[in-house]
């Protein structure tokens, strides 16, 4: 007749609550898992690296000049148009990037340390008037030879990216 039905959970009930758990932990441990400094640095040079390559592939492409400039926290891709350098505002890829904080530059073109600091007196002539420290040309070329390091205080390991006037570049690791 009627059966009394044993107490306790069924193992399909058990699995479901051991996979919603998991997925619970896993994003528990990703989201309590920092990104390290060395990650940080990397994944910023990385991007340039990638940001290099496709200015110089739009440069071929579309037979534009493009331009790299630097700036204390920030870097910015300019386009040669109406004989005036213009910042790529409305373009999503190749948009200002703001440095993370603390990460600094240090850029070297032909191999001469040049100074990018701020100066307050400076910094509204300097958003009216772009001016590239790198020239992305047409014919494939990066000009002038140029490396820049990535580099945060107190953390050992840096980035450097690196272009040739025969349009190599590359991001790798630099031990300071």
């Known amino acids: 007749m009627y059966k009394k039905r044993d107490k306790g959970f069924s193992l399909l009930e058990l699995l479901v609550v051991i996979v919603i758990i998991s997925i619970l932990f896993t994003f528990t441990t990703l ?17 340039l690296d990638r940001l290099l390559q496709l200015a110089l592939e739009e440069a071929i492409l579309k037979g534009q000049e493009y ?54 007196a400076d910094a509204d002539k300097k958003e009216d008037k772009p001016d590239p420290q ?5 014919s494939g070329e ?15 390991t840096s980035y450097i990216v690196s272009g040739t006037a025969n349009g190599e570049h590359k991001a790798e690791i630099s031990e300071l």
């Open 31 to 47: 989201a309590i898992r920092g990104t390290s400094p060395e990650e940080l640095i990397q994944t910023e040079a990385e991007r």
């Open 67 to 120: 331009g790299l400039e630097f700036k204390p926290d920030s870097y910015r891709f300019l386009l040669y148009f109406e004989n005036t350098w213009q910042p790529l505002d409305n373009d999503e890829l190749l948009r200002e990037r703001q440095l993370p904080q603390s990460m600094e530059f240090e850029l070297e073109i032909e191999q001469i340390e040049v100074l990018v600091e701020k100066d307050s």
């Open 134 to 138: 790198v020239f992305i040309l047409s």
């Open 142 to 156: 990066i000009t002038p030879d140029f490396s820049v390091r990535l580099v945060m205080p107190g953390v050992e």
